[in-house]
């Protein structure tokens, strides 16, 4: 079934003043977004991405007809200093839903969510002058995996061991961000910090965090209200980190 059926009866099912665009086939649902003139609350919905994108340059497979590719465009009314956050709105917004589905989703700083620990959706949010968007790849139906991510990712569909409708899932999703957008909106990062941490699994595990060419090492606190990572390190310092790779380094 193409996205456009498959997914056209979520538009009905979407929050108030959010609209949906379908493609069959984008580079990049991030890049439509921020290349076009939509208005806010538009959600570009693609049925595969030939360059689907991850951070630093890495790639996110985007294979067809059976997981969301998303972008949300947003011109949010807070502080630029206070986008960042926003990537980890999206995460807890997607985890909400998809606790709402009956999953046990965990968050890994700073835009990972996890289902067993493996990943089953990424969040990639990018800023171009006062737009932002907000890209959202969720594994909903895919059985099988790469050999590089056969480990470390996975699908509702995984799960479930079930297919979910992607409509239904991309309208409890659009609807779980609409609620958690609006709370950033009025009260900021702060007000969100609680959900995140809730479902932070890093908490409490010795972590190792590369960013550039640094790499801190120690403890991991949780987030802190403008949702940077606090690592105690090896010598007992508290580090607040705003980017970086995570890994769980067990047995410490
Ligand atoms: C992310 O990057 O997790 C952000 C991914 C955002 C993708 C969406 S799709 C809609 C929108 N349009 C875009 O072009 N992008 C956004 P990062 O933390 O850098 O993770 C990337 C890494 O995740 C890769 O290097 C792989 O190891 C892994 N990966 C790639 N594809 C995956 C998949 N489908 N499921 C799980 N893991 C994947």
């Known amino acids: 079934m193409s996205i456009i059926d498959d997914v056209r009866a979520a538009g009905d099912l979407l929050p108030p003043g959010f609209q949906m665009r379908f493609f069959e086939q984008l580079d990049s649902t991030n890049n439509a977004a921020l290349d076009g003139d939509w208005p ?3 959600v570009l919905a693609a049925d595969s991405q ?23 465009v947003l011109f949010p ?15 807890v917004a997607v985890a909400k839903a998809l606790a709402g589905l009956g999953f046990s989703p965990r968050l890994k700083w700073p835009n990972d969510v996890l289902l067993a620990g493996k990943k089953v959706a990424g969040v990639l949010c990018e800023a171009r002058n006062a737009k932002l968007v907000a890209g959202i790849g969720l594994n909903v139906n895919q059985v099988e995996f790469a050999d590089d991510l056969r480990h ?26 609409a609620g958690c957008y609006r709370l950033w909106q009025s009260a900021g990062f702060f007000a969100l910090a609680s ?10 595990e010795f972590v190792r965090v590369a960013f550039g060419a640094k790499v801190v090492q120690g403890r991991a606190r949780g987030i802190d209200e403008q949702g940077q990572l606090l ?22």
Not at 162 to 174: I, N, P, W
Not at 195 to 203: H, T
Request: aromatic share 8%; hydrophobic share 35%; glycine share 12%.
């Open 40 to 42: 806010e609350f538009t």
């Open 152 to 177: 470390r990712a996975t699908s509702l569909r995984e799960q479930r061991g079930r297919g979910l409708s992607r409509s239904m899932v991309l309208a409890a999703v659009m609807n779980s961000f």
């Open 195 to 204: 959900q995140w941490s809730e479902l932070d699994l890093l908490a409490g």
């Open 77 to 91: 009314q807070r502080q630029t200093l206070e986008w960042g956050s926003l990537s980890l709105v999206t995460g």
């Open 231 to 252: 690592v105690v390190d090896t010598a007992g310092k508290i580090r607040a980190l705003n980017s970086g790779e995570v890994s769980i380094e067990y047995g410490y």
């Open 50 to 72: 030939r360059s689907g994108r991850g951070r630093l340059g890495r790639s996110w497979t985007s294979i067809p007809g059976r997981n969301l590719y998303v972008s949300i």
